[in-house]
């Protein structure tokens, strides 16, 4: 028996012996007491000895009682009953004692009935306080005059008041409630159960004020308490703190309304569909790429009514079954990819490109019952890779053109060269060259493709008078497009009668101008409507000009041909021309250009040159300027530097300017040069170089006067004839066009840069949101942890966002990057550490999400230090091990090896997947380059990852290679020095 048990065992015998002790006492002392009580009163000792048996069995119980009685009557039996000695008892003491026993027995038994109902009464009450003190609720009892009959801990917690203090006190003083927004008394729930005799209720926003001044908000029921016969005998008054409740209840609905402006604030459009197809959810975005004006309008539409505005189409055109839609898909209990998809609204024909994502929300039971559709709208980016790469085809058929106009020396090969560059530029299906004739009275077909025969040969010479398309662009000397086969028919009724035979809906029709003088029409058909937009126009106009400038050219060198006697001039002209058009075509960087095309033109042209430009503030500057003397060529750079040309000043360069038209001085003296001479450093380079004619040409080009070239002899044996004069106009028109070309590419240059500007814009205020996002989607979870807020569906939707926030957020980062490094700001700090620890952790962190693959690492067990950036090198290993994991077999392993190369060390993973063909191998770290194979696998990325790799191992003066063979796996190593010894 263990301690415990000995002391209750002993508190037993000790409760025991002292009520069993008091019985004898009580005895002893009725026996004294009876004793000195017998000479006065006989009769006096049965009360002594009943006010014993009465006292011990109140204060013991029945059991100390009977012992009380029975030393009693032994007592009185044998001290005054019975004579010392005798055996009887005579009658009358016998019936005295009788009595007594009898009235002691009933005393006992009263007093055994008392002790028991009050030790009941003592259990029922200390039940009833355990009870009232275990109730989480707060509980006040009050009669019907409102006075405070009960009040459990709870209550007196809530109010700050003891039971002590408030019973028997009125409720509203124990119990002072207020509206929490007016701050007004609220009537109190007792008062009103008193009055109607009912359970009563408060209303929300009630506070409780307790008597510290803690203020909480709570939710109460008064209810009526009534007895037997029905009469009201008070109020049960039950209220619970409702604070945390309703604060949660509030931060859960202000987590709602912050997800609902988020969402409704994004720019991809995220609808729910059920499975019927009809939609319970969209943002503005959604109702915006539907074609709503509002989300309501969307949300009301038949399911029905969105795929009868539009024609859905694939990336390569093809029709897009609707069947096929990530949301129909995933209704079907598929599991599907991202998809590429074309909408073409029928009714406008206008398209949008939208990346379409699809996930499913299950019930209990794993069944969808949501789909929830994620709409990536790139139509900008679409247009503008399709701008881009018409613009870059475009440019590379005009150098195409230009270098085989070089080539191309009669008009027979001059018309084939265009209308063949020409029709693949825009997608044309037919063209014709028509020539004016020498008369000047009608046009002559010259080249021809893609008529018929039988079309061309009653149009093989024009009237310059007739109303056709050719004659009306030679006589108003300017283009004439023709969108549409009505358009065509409705200027040239005449024509009504041959369309209908013909495939072609639309035409342009462009003038041969030299000189602002037509010699020509260039026609263009197609089979097609056209809108003939600024850029189509643009390219069409170049395109004129350049077979304007060929048949020119043509013309020249068949007149140099023709006279013998300047054969020799016009061959060097021809060659002169061609150097410089192949110049012009070689390259897009404009200084580049100046440089060398200045150089070309001295001594033939002048014996220097100089170009000149004008800037925003409309000061003249020299771009570019050679000599062919080296030792003067500081003169030049000096002038170029230091000096600037007053616009509206007398020198021949402004006027230019100013003019649009060119300034030619064939003999040039001291006299004549001093007006024009404006700023000493003018004055003293005109001393140095002693100019004796000058020829200077505005470069033009779309009708603006984009610079200015100047041609100046300072031999006095030379002089400018009109030959050398039209060459020289020549190369300023090639020039201005070639320039132009280049403006235009610089701003394509611009472009790009602003683009990747904007990309690093983006993904900086992208963060904000998703961080905000992502820390309430997580801080719901933990909270949801915790309280249980959430029901399954809830809970999976949150998890949702949790994911696709990380996910975007990580695609945000990557573009980040990649705008980091395109502008040269992505940087690393360099630390010292042990690159084996930053793999093994890279491992480990990675090892709980591998499901069941195996990862093998190979790591020197002794530190190798480098000096880099452990963070950035996490990156790039994390890329590596999930490509190697993603193009690989589930069931094939991955290894990672570290080993030290002499002074570097050498971190290789190897995987066992589709591998990498011979092909795309020099490719791979090109940024958006992925490999065929990867491509047909349609396994999903952006090909930007292998990109920001090779850059962040540049950084840190390493380098990365591969080896691979198709089918058989891939390993990439990445070599990085070692930190020197410490």
Known sequence: MGPAAWSAVRSGWQGQGARYGVALLMSVLALVLSCFAAPFARPAIFIFFYLAVVASALYGGWGPGLVTAGLSVLAMASSFLM??????????????????????????GLAELRRRSEQRARELSEQYQVILGSIGDALIVTDVEGRILLINPMAEALTGCSAAEALGRPADQVFQIVNARSRQPVASPIAQAIAEGRTVGLANHTLLIARDGTERLIDDSGAPMRGPDGRLRGVVLVFRDVTERERAAAALQASRDQLEAILHGVADGITAQQPGGQLIYANDAAARVAGFATVEELLAAPPGVFLERFELFDEAGRPFPIERLPGRRVLGGESTAEALIRFRERATGSERWSLVKATGLRDAR???????????DITAQKQAERAAARSAERAARLQALTAALAAALTPAEIAAVVLREGLAAVDGDAGSIFLLTPEGDALELLHAVGYPEALLAPARRIALGDSTPPADTVRSCGPIYVPTRAAAIERWPALAAVHPHIPWHAWAYLPLLIDGRAIGSLGLAFQAEQHFDPPVQHFLFILAQQCSQAFERARLFAAERAARARAETVQRRVSFIADITANLSAALDYPTRLRELVRMTVPTLGDFCIVYEQAADGRITRMAAAHHDPAQEPILQRLQAEDRIDPNGPNPVARVFRTGEAAIATQLTPRTLAPLVESPIQREAAQLLQPRAYMIFPLTARGRTVGAMSFILTDPARSYDDDEIALAAEVAQRAALSFDNARLYQEAQEAIRLRDQFLSIAAHELKTPLTALLGTAQLLQRRDQREGLLGPRERRSVEVIVNQTNRLSAMVTTLLDIARLETGHLGIERERFDICALVR??????????EGRILDLQCPTSPLMILGDALRLEQVFQNLLQNAFKYSPETEPVSIEVRQQHDRVAISVRDRGIGIPAAAQPQLFQRFFRASNVEAGQVQGMGIGLYVVREIVTLHEGTISVESVEGQGSTFTVILPLAPPA
């Open 366 to 376: 794993g069944q969808v019952q949501l789909a929830i559709n994620l709409f990536h």
């Open 83 to 108: 004579p010392l000695g005798l055996l009887a008892l005579d009658r009358p003491g016998v019936l005295d004692l009788l009595i007594f026993v009898l009235a002691a027995a009933f005393t006992v």
């Open 841 to 850: 952790r890279i491992v480990d962190e990675l090892d709980p999400s591998l």
